[in-house]
């Protein structure tokens, strides 16, 4: 199993940017694909992006292609989401996800650990 924690959210304004971190435990991280979705209030949870086991391959969303880019240390046991040029559309409470299976999946249930989440919010 693993633990997720996310961190780095906060308030932006309109075009700024944050990088946001998850932390995960146990000793093999390496194993799990990472993602992040997000929530919007009175919307579904939407993926936003994925990252390989190694990091040689990743995913997007078509709405932050460009933007967004996820990273990954596993030395560190860490993903990381830089978001770059943030649009008020896009507060949401983001979450951390990770899958003990190949693939970058946008489909949440793929997923088998979530964190808590960690609000973004951007001002206008």
């Known amino acids: 199993q693993v633990q997720l924690v996310e961190s780095g959210g906060g308030l932006v304004q309109t075009g700024g940017s944050l990088r946001l971190s998850c932390a995960a435990s146990?000793?093999?991280?390496?194993?799990?694909?990472m993602g992040w979705f997000r929530q919007a209030p009175g919307k579904e949870r939407e993926f936003v992006a994925a990252?390989?086991?190694?990091?040689?391959?990743?995913a997007y969303a078509d709405s932050v292609k460009g933007r967004f880019t996820i990273s990954r240390d596993n030395a560190k046991n860490t993903v990381y989401l830089q978001m770059n040029n943030l649009k008020p559309e896009e507060t949401a409470v983001y979450y951390c996800?990770?899958?003990?299976?190949?693939?970058?999946?946008?489909?949440?249930?793929?997923?088998?650990?979530w964190g808590q989440g960690t609000q973004v919010t951007v001002s206008s």
């Open positions: 996800v990770a899958k003990n299976a190949y693939g970058l999946g946008n489909i949440r249930y793929e997923y088998d650990y």
């Open positions: 990252i390989s086991r190694g990091g040689g391959s990743t």
């Open positions: 146990g000793r093999t991280f390496g194993s799990y694909a």
